[in-house]
C-alpha cells in the first residue's frame, strides 16, 4: 500500500487540474502534443489518447481554445465533427512544455542509481502493466 501511496504522491503533477507549465495541465500538454505530432485531429481521438469520457475532453480542450492555442472547425470530411489544430502561439507553448518535461526527465534520471536505470525503467513498466491487468478485479476503484 506504501508504494501506492508514494506512486500516487510523486505523480500528483500529473494528474491535477492546476497548470504546471506555461499555464497549461499535464493533460492539456499531451493534447497540445497529440496535436503537434498528426497535425490535426477529431475530438472524438483523444478520447482514446486521454483515456477520458468525451465531456472531460471538451473540458480540458475549451481552456486550450480560449488561449488561443488550439483551432476547432467542423470537418471538411463529415460536417457533424469538428477537428482540432495548433495555433502557432499553440505550437510554441507545446515545444516550451515539451523542454520543461524533458528538464524534469532529466532530473529524475539523474536521481536513480547509477547503472540502473533501465532495471528501474522496466520495473516500473512491469508494475503498470500488472496494475492495468488487475484493474478489473478490483470494485472499489470504480
Request: aromatic letters at 4%.
Amino acid at each position: 500500500m506504501n508504494l501506492l501511496v508514494g506512486i500516487s504522491q510523486a505523480t500528483r503533477c500529473c494528474r491535477q487540474d492546476m497548470a504546471f507549465c506555461e499555464g497549461v495541465t499535464f493533460q492539456q500538454f499531451v493534447i497540445l502534443d497529440a496535436l503537434a505530432k498528426n497535425n490535426e485531429l477529431n475530438i472524438s481521438d483523444l478520447h482514446g489518447i486521454l483515456s477520458v469520457k468525451k465531456s472531460t475532453t471538451t473540458r480540458l480542450v475549451n481552456p486550450l481554445i480560449q488561449k488561443g492555442l488550439v483551432t476547432r472547425e467542423k470537418s471538411r470530411l463529415d460536417s457533424r465533427s469538428f477537428v482540432l489544430s495548433l495555433t502557432k502561439e499553440g505550437k510554441n507553448v507545446q515545444h516550451s512544455v515539451r523542454c520543461c518535461l524533458a528538464d524534469f526527465l532529466n532530473s529524475i534520471e539523474l536521481n536513480l542509481p547509477a547503472g540502473k536505470k533501465d532495471n528501474v525503467l522496466q520495473a516500473v513498466q512491469i508494475f503498470i502493466d500488472a496494475i492495468k491487468n488487475a484493474s478489473g478485479v478490483c470494485n472499489c476503484c470504480r
